[in-house]
Every structure is written in C-alpha cells, then in structure tokens.
C-alpha cells in the first residue's frame, strides 16, 4: 500500500522559510516520479515541484530560484525547501506520486497517490 504522509508545514511571515517533508511508503523510486502540488483557497491545483525517477528536477515559475526539492533515499523522504515566502505562496501543499512520469507531467497536476496535505500560511 502507497503511503504518503506529509508535515512541515506552518506560519510564517513574508520572506521567512520553511522545509516540508514528505515520508514515501510502499512505492519504488525507480518507477516513480514525485513532486509537491499546492492549492490555495478557491484556486485550483496547481503544480509547484517534480523530481523523475533519475533525479531531474523541474518547477513552476512562480517558485523557480526560491523553493528546492530534494530527497533523502535512504530515508525515503522528499523535501520541499521553500525559502522567501510570500503570501502568495500560501496554500493546502501536497506530496504526489505518478507512475514513470517527466516532471511536466506532475507539475501538470497528473498523479495516481497523494498524501493528505500540509498548511503553509504566509502572513505579511
């Protein structure tokens, strides 16, 4: 069974940081991509990071220069570094899984496991 279980999250003010974790459980990086989609109140999903299966990564503009995915492989663990929050950034953030997927692909919203969800909320 794929688990995916994100924390990290909180409040911040404007051009704080923060770094989301998200645990990976019952599925093999080999034939996974993963990545972090955001939604904010009353907008509609939206892709913010990807990471393919040999490690490429990609990233929405909005966030390109200010926010770092990672992963810790021997602790099955993705990272999201986001640094210089803005309160645009604040939002429900979400740890995906989509199966041999580019990362235009995740960052396109496509995915077939998603974790429950972190809170960031950027006040300024």
């Known amino acids: 069974q794929v688990r995916l279980v994100e924390s990290g999250g909180g409040s911040v003010q404007s051009g704080g940081s923060l770094r989301l974790s998200c645990a990976v459980s019952g599925l093999s990086r080999t034939t996974y991509s993963m990545g972090w989609l955001r939604q904010a109140p009353g907008k509609d999903l939206e892709g913010v990071a990807a990471?393919?299966?040999?490690?490429?990564?990609a990233y929405a503009d909005s966030v390109k220069g200010r926010f770092t995915i990672s992963e810790d492989k021997a602790k099955s663990t993705l990272y999201l570094r986001m640094n210089n929050l803005n309160p645009e950034d604040t939002a429900l953030y979400y740890c995906?899984?989509?199966?041999?997927?580019?990362?235009?692909?995740?960052?396109?919203?496509?995915?077939?496991?998603r974790g429950q969800g972190t809170q960031v909320t950027v006040s300024s």
């Open positions: 990471i393919d299966t040999e490690g490429s990564t």
């Open positions: 995906v899984a989509t199966w041999r997927a580019p990362t235009k692909q995740v960052l396109n919203g496509y995915f077939q496991h």
